[in-house]
């Protein structure tokens, strides 16, 4: 780096010297030269950080999801966003045309168990694990958002099946809920 200061200052110290003998019009372009050189160095070290914009699904991962959880895979659906979500008694219903690979079988005893890529994937509900018969007593206006987990979870049983996480609303969201 030395050098290159060095290389730079002979040659400005030669290139003045023939100034000298040279028009005016050469003097202003040997000061302007340098000048611009500098200002270009200024702005170029004036760099400023932009935080990345996060897609609503970051948003909403980070504001329910947590520990094993809050991983960036699976598909999160907003479910206060869904007009008449409030008609399904099963929330399994209505995940059952929104998940590529999902199907939803009905036991002897009447109760939907669901099915990835046919296999029975792990249940939760705001991170604890429940039976698929747990559903049923869930009312489908209570839910916050659902993320469903193709890929193996290992945060319990039936983690390699994947996993279906279930979030209810808290107390402050539930006012706003029109």
């Known amino acids: 780096m ?31 030269l340098p000048l611009a050189f500098c200002i270009s160095l200024t702005r170029a070290q004036s760099y400023k950080e932009t935080k990345p914009v996060k897609s609503p699904d970051q948003i ?18 907003d479910i206060r966003a869904v007009p008449g979500i409030a008609v399904y008694t099963n929330i399994l219903n209505w995940l059952l ?9 009905t036991s002897r005893n ?5 099915l990835l ?11 604890i694990p ?9 009312n489908s206006s209570d839910i916050g958002i659902i993320k469903v987990i193709r890929t193996p979870f290992f945060g319990g049983f039936n983690g390699g099946n994947g996993a279906i996480a279930i979030y209810t609303l808290r107390g ?7």
């Open 2 to 32: 030395i050098f290159f200061f060095t290389g730079i200052n002979s040659l400005l110290t030669a290139f003045h010297r023939n100034l000298r003998e040279e028009e005016p019009v050469m003097k202003k372009l040997f000061l302007l």
């Open 60 to 77: 909403l991962n980070e504001l329910y999801c947590s520990g094993l959880f809050k991983s960036e895979e699976g598909r999160i659906f």
């Open 97 to 105: 045309g929104q998940v590529a690979g999902l199907q939803v079988c």
């Open 110 to 114: 009447g109760v939907r168990i669901p």
């Open 117 to 127: 890529r046919g296999q029975v994937p792990g249940i939760y509900v705001d991170e």
């Open 130 to 138: 429940v039976t698929a018969s747990y559903l049923e007593m869930l």
């Open 172 to 178: 402050d969201e539930d006012e706003e809920r029109p």
